[in-house]
């Protein structure tokens, strides 16, 4: 899977005391690596969940009983998600499960769902397309185009969003990875709307994204001259990230969350930032939001919260 350097979610403002950065990462040589010095800013890096390859090659890592070691199988491999330091491949239809324990599904949106339901009922599939993050089958149709091919195993699907939902993806046989705008927003939304110190509404978010988030799939608008030295926003109103978005803040709210998302594409090959501009509930204030997230998110060993002074 893709390693992204995220940027802070929050932007320069005029008075620093304002600024607050939210950082999620999943690289612990990074993390040790920029802790240097009592200043040093962390730079931390994000899994991607971006699918685009038509690749059905699977890598298998062979289990190691003795060193308790797992077996792991890449579906997929030839993608941006799945295409980093992989052993031998081989075809899907030639692997040999037997010694795997767990397999990271990097196929397109609307191909996972079928090969999911040929793999033995014993493997943890943590899947990186979109195919399993929306509950509602009818919703997935209207923002992917097709049919959902699989609604029982939607039924069991457990959205992936690790520091929100820990216990229940330790349970989970199938895992759907969550998108990376999503996994940006929700990180700092969530913990605010479920203690009740935002308001769910006037929720605005301005997201950018590298060109690789779009995949490896050859696409004029991502092509060199249309990409470099400039930045372009897509998918208004209509990105298909908006209902996993929503969904999630709806559950942290108990009721129902809509928001405005513009994402931008940036001239670069990896990376995220989003700014998201919120409505502070009566009598809350921005040290309020703060001193929350910190808080939160304090054992969280891939997010770090910062507040510049």
Known sequence: MADLQI??????????????????????????????????????????????????????????????????????????????DLPDMVAVKDADFSNVDAVFCC???GTTQEIIKGLPSSLKVVDLSADFR??????YEEWYGQPHMAPDL??????????????????????????????????PLIPLLKASLIEVGHIII???SGVSGA????????????I????????????????????????ASNSKVTVSFTPHLMPMSRGMQSTIYVEMAPGVSTEDLYRHLRSFYEAEEFVVSTKEK
């Open 7 to 84: 940027c802070p979610v929050g932007t320069k403002l005029k008075s620093k005391k304002d600024e607050f950065q939210l950082f999620r990462g999943c690289s612990s040589k990074l993390l040790q690596d920029n802790r240097k010095g009592p200043n040093a800013r962390r730079n931390l890096c994000i899994r991607s969940s971006v699918a685009s390859s038509q690749s059905f090659q699977v890598a298998e890592n062979k289990v190691d009983k003795k060193s308790n070691k797992f077996g792991i199988g890449v579906l997929g491999a030839s993608g941006y998600t799945g295409c980093e």
């Open 107 to 109: 196929l397109p949106h």
């Open 134 to 139: 929306l509950r509602d089958i009818s919703e």
């Open 154 to 187: 939607q039924k069991e699907a457990v959205y992936g969003l690790t520091e929100i939902s820990r216990q229940e993806i330790q349970a989970a046989r199938l895992v759907a990875n969550p998108g990376c705008y999503p996994t940006s927003i929700q990180l």
């Open 206 to 208: 301005d997201s950018k």
């Open 215 to 226: 995949g490896r799939g050859a696409k004029e608008a991502n092509l060199y001259t249309e």
């Open 228 to 251: 470099a030295e400039g930045i372009h926003s897509y998918g208004i109103t209509r990105h298909r990230h908006v209902p996993e978005i929503e969904q999630g803040l709806s559950d």
